[in-house]
């Protein structure tokens, strides 16, 4: 049997919080900011949850973080 790896990638990306929830950057925030209003980006500050429909994804991209 191989070894079961973590994705690289996921491990960068993504944080598991105690209770068992994802945390995750937001998307879009990273450029061509200009053309994007002020209020668009003050509602891209922070970190939010991955959505529970993508858990499954994370539980195999993070095998090791008990999901």
């Not at 105690?18 to 900011?33: E, M, N, S, W, Y």
């Not at 891209?44 to 529970?52: D, K, S, T």
């Amino acid at each position: 049997m191989p070894k079961m790896k973590t994705k690289s990638s996921a491990k960068k990306r993504f944080r598991v919080r105690p209770g068992g929830t994802v945390k995750r950057g937001q998307a879009f925030k990273r450029h061509i900011l200009t053309k994007k209003s002020t209020k668009n980006k003050r509602h891209l500050r922070g970190a939010v949850n991955v959505h529970e429909t993508n858990m499954g994804h994370m539980a195999q991209m993070l095998p090791f973080a008990g999901l």
